[in-house]
């Protein structure tokens, strides 16, 4: 069973910062990659892939959306990935998740375990 605990979300300006942390434990971890999801407030708004990392850290996937604000990095020795996120925007306002599986594919189909997920508000 693996098991997925998210911390780092908050209440920040537009413009401002903040890192994400998923800190992953269980069986096999080196089999997975771990992504970062974000569902936004609202009716009809899907979970969309933000960043995926495999555990070794040797590939690396940012979504056309964050690119050039977001990044995403992993520290094997606590078992923890990290998401920093730049330049926040008020539409980056979600509930962003942790999420892990054995695919190089930044999709809700890819995905096997989720975490509970980590509020981010971005005010204007």
């Known amino acids: 069973q693996v098991q997925l605990v998210e911390s780092g979300g908050g209440s920040v300006q537009t413009g401002g910062s903040l890192r994400l942390s998923c800190a992953a434990s269980?069986?096999?971890?080196?089999?997975?990659?771990i992504s970062w999801f974000r569902q936004a407030p609202g009716p009809g708004k899907q979970r969309e892939g933000v960043?995926?990392?495999?555990?070794?850290?040797?590939?690396?996937y940012i979504a056309d959306s964050v690119q050039g604000r977001f990044g995403i990095s992993q520290d094997s020795t606590k078992n923890t990935v990290y998401l920093q996120m730049n330049s926040l925007k008020p539409e980056d306002t979600a509930m962003y998740y942790c999420a892990a599986g054995h695919r190089p594919y930044l999709h809700r189909d890819a995905v096997i375990h989720w975490g509970q997920g980590t509020q981010v508000t971005v005010s204007s």
């Open positions: 960043a995926l990392i495999d555990v070794g850290g040797q590939y690396r």
């Open positions: 269980g069986a096999a971890m080196n089999t997975y990659y």
